[in-house]
């Protein structure tokens, strides 16, 4: 749940006549698509646009703080870094987003 498993891929193909490598080809696309199952709690980092890119010291200050690196999970798990494109929101930047999510074992 909270992912796109290889079953989950296949059957939409089947599903809809559209190929496993398009749909995963859409899919790769779009940041919010998973293909592992996600932690607890997913950190979205500043992004790549440069009013974020000017201010790296955010970035710097999550990394210190969980002890991983932008892409990287936490030891147990709980944490994930990932950088995003953009939250649409340059005139506040940077701008970071906290997404608390339940993954069932």
Known sequence: MGYLSEAAVDEAARLTGISANEIYGVATFYSRFRFNRRRAYDRGLPGHGLPCARRPQVLQAFEQHL??????????????????ACVGCCALAPVASLTTLFTPE
């Open 67 to 84: 002890e991983i690196g932008a892409g990287q999970t936490t030891a147990d798990g709980r944490f994930e870094l990932q950088r995003v």
